[in-house]
């Protein structure tokens, strides 16, 4: 191999090299651009794009600007009026730090600088093409504040072109990341045109009321009509935003905003925590949607990790870890039923297909399970389901003469389809899906009994026994402890022979043999590991499932009053155990939409 000496690079390869690793497309153009500009405490920017991006970005603020003289050390490597020392490093309160963005940017596209510095009254402008060692600075026009132009980006980077989409995905990575940042600060008013088209107008905005009209804007207005708005302050940090309702899950995590003063940031730690907060009211495969900021002292995390800044260090990962579980779990607790977050002030008519139940899932019905022996294979379920005479004291169906008096859920009217409980409200009416609801009960009790290790059993009079396979009679044996702890307990008696002594108390007479099968089934699909400790809340769900009233019979109205009263009482009792809704609610405005009265 014949021998290269060493050499210094020029200043223009040494800026391409470093754009390769912040500028992969005009939206990270965007980014660096719009985060300069929110560091320079811009209360209003204006974004133009032509071409996707490829041919121009135009972004103006009106932030404190560049002093003239600073004019080309703004676009010098390394320049930056951000940081001065190690220590501002260790506590940086800017979006941008490195002094990278604007020399990387002019060594791959054509850049015109142009700002007026807020205590000048002339504007100055520089061009640059990543080339040049001088810079000629000209007088220009412009307001208090900064214009940004990049033309043509990679033009002179055609390894870089080769991979820029079509002007239509160009452009709506842009208007993803505009939006993303716009959640980011509402204090800033944003305006997107593209190809002189307007895409997105937000006025800055300071209530709260405002905060979620731009929300709406930005997301749509079905997701800030389904998320609880939190705020939580400990340990010096903050959290606030909003976390829509389980039952406004995705099937994509393309709705999870999380942003460290002021930063986006996608961290491991983080959707760990939030997926540790969902784990109960969330199933598996479903992602939660929210928006939530998290603030704390700028030491306590360390943001030159990566140098497009999306992942962070904290210095007491645990700390923040288990601050976001609990302000999320707490958060997702409080939204009983009854008193989930109801918008007084801008209540939209309910839709009438939001009336219509899910489509039905694996866990829907018992008898689409495809181990609902219990149900269909037994007579005996259908009487021994006074499950609900065991819930806690019955209400008297009489309304009061005070409708302040009136439970949330207000009182039980009709058991339609032997599926949904009709009840007149204060304010309306609701439909509870009884089984979604009653499982939910029943598992919020079997967890909280199961944490105080003190779910009650009832032994049988007679020990029912069953024959399983050789494989469930093993399952049933690992977990006989984990089983008694729950209030089951399961004897092997033979190699395929299990004997069940004792239930939950609460479950009252049940179909044990049919109960131990699906649950045996449950078991069977997840695998039992050594760790089916680590597996109890699953296995609990499963119980509360498996036991949860079939909604096959006609409820009486003591029955459905008692459902009622016990759902005003349990967190989370606003969703099943798979996230989806146990209740929805027309008010009298609702059903007078409905019919058009009062217009
Ligand atoms: P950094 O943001 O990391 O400091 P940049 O290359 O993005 O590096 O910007 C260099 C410097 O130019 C900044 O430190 C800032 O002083 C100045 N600057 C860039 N954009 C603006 C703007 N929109 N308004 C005011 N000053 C700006
Ligand atoms: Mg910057």
Known sequence: MSRSRIHSLPPQLINQIAAGEVIERPASVIKELLENSFDAGATQVQLDIEHGGMRLLRIRDDGIGIVKDDLPLALSRHATSKIASLDDLS??????????????????ARLRLTSRAIESDSAWCIDADGTECDYTVQPASHPPGTTVEVRDLFYNVPAR?????SEKTEFAHIDALVRRLALSRFETGFALRHNQREVLRLPPTTSLRDQEQRIAKLLGQTFIDQALHLAFAAAQMTLSGWVALPTYSRAQ?????????????RDKLIVHAVKQAFRDVLYQDRHPAFILYLTLDP????????????????????????????ALGDTLAHARAGRVAHREDVAPPLPISSLTPSSPSKHDA?????????????????????????????????????????????????????????????????????????????YERLKQQSAKRAVPRQPLLVPESLTVSLADADLAEQARETLLEMGMEIDRVGPETLLIRALPAWLGAVDAAGLLRDILADLREHGVSARLAA?????????????????????????????????????????????????????????????????
Request: hydrophobic share 40%; proline share 5%.
């Open 535 to 599: 597996q109890r809340e699953e296995l609990l769900a499963s119980i509360a499932c498996h036991a949860a009233v079939r909604t096959r019979r006609k409820l009486t109205v003591e029955e459905m009053n008692a459902l009622l009263r016990e759902m005003e009482k349990t967190a989370r009792s606003g969703q099943c155990n798979h996230g989806r809704p146990t209740w929805v609610e027309l008010t009298r405005q609702d059903l007078d939409r409905f019919f058009l009265r009062g217009r």
């Open 91 to 108: 506590r940086i309160a800017t979006l941008g730090f490195r002094g990278e963005a604007l020399p990387s940017i002019s060594a791959c």
């Open 366 to 442: 018992p008898q689409s399970s495809g181990h609902g022996q219990a149900s269909s294979a037994t007579p005996r379920v259908a009487e021994t389901m006074p499950i609900y005479a065991q819930l806690s004291g019955v209400a008297r169906p009489t309304l009061p003469a005070n409708p302040h008096d009136m439970p949330s859920l207000g009182y039980a009217i009709a058991h339609l389809h032997q599926t949904y409980i009709l009840a007149e409200t204060a304010r309306g009416i609701v439909l509870v899906d009884a089984h979604a609801a009653h499982e939910r009960i029943l």
């Open 161 to 165: 072109r080769k991979f820029l989409k």
């Open 299 to 326: 030491t306590m995390v360390d943001v030159n990790a990566h140098p497009t800044k999306m992942e962070v260090r904290f210095r007491d990962s645990r700390l923040v870890h288990d601050f976001l579980t609990q």
């Open 253 to 265: 995590p393309d709705m999870q905003f999380f942003y460290i003063n002021g930063r986006f940031i």
